[in-house]
């Protein structure tokens, strides 16, 4: 009777709270749609703007430039790296559209702190770029409910520009007068682009490419870019 009481018994199932059943569905969200090589990279420059805050109130511009060299190559990698293992989600969209605006704000700020020079020197043009970004987050919002940036190739480029007039800002003494103006530039067409696509367009996605592809796209009654 002992040895048949023991084979048929059975281990007590393990009764989760809605507590635990919840973190646990909670944590496969996470995995599922974060834990993958893009969206970690994203995550990883969205923590380092809090660090560079830190960095920049201390006074190290060389850190913070150093900073900005690793958020740039990440977010050239995640993109790319997204894209190449099929892994674009939506999640990571949105964690890659806050950071850049996180990182594109703080660094007017970080410029202010570190770099006041660029701001006297510049003022009219400092204030003209910060209006008109203010703008465009302000109809993106308006019209689609979003805050964040198109990846049109114009904004690559100023991203890139940026980057470089940023990088070389904070590493050396004087700040070069030609790259400030090749980056206002660049933000000023690529502002209008994305004001372009924002009122004229009934939908948008993060990788339109150019308004220019789009509307030969329309002519030929091809399907959206997706």
């Known amino acids: 009777p002992v040895i048949k009481v023991l084979t048929n018994y059975q281990r007590p199932k393990r009764i989760m709270s809605s507590k635990t059943s919840s973190k646990s569905s909670f944590m496969k969200h996470i995995e599922k749609y974060y834990a993958t090589v893009p969206n970690l990279l994203a995550l990883f420059r969205l923590l380092l703007v809090p660090i560079l805050w830190i960095i920049a109130l201390l006074g190290y ?5 150093l900073g900005l060299i690793l958020a740039g190559l990440t977010d050239a990698l995640d993109g790319q790296l997204a894209r190449r293992l099929n892994q674009v989600t939506k999640e990571g969209a949105r964690i890659d559209s806050l950071s850049d605006n996180l990182l594109l704000t703080s660094t007017v700020i970080w410029l202010l702190i570190l770099k006041p020079q660029v701001f006297r020197d510049n003022t009219l043009l400092y204030i003209l770029v910060i209006v008109v970004y203010l703008i465009v987050i302000s109809v993106g919002w ?6 964040g940036n198109l990846h049109l190739y114009s904004t690559r480029a100023a991203v890139v520009i940026g980057y470089i007039f940023l990088v070389h800002t904070f590493l ?3 700040y070069s007068k030609t790259l400030f103006y090749a980056t206002v530039i660049a933000q000023l067409v690529a502002s209008a682009e994305i004001l372009a696509v924002l009122l004229t367009r009934e939908y948008v996605d993060e990788y339109i490419g ?15 870019e997706k």
């Open 210 to 224: 150019s308004i220019l592809l789009w509307r030969n796209r329309s002519k030929k009654k091809l399907p959206p």
């Open 142 to 147: 308006i019209r689609f409910r979003r805050i």
């Open 61 to 65: 511009s060389k850190l913070v430039a």
């Open 172 to 174: 050396f003494p004087e």
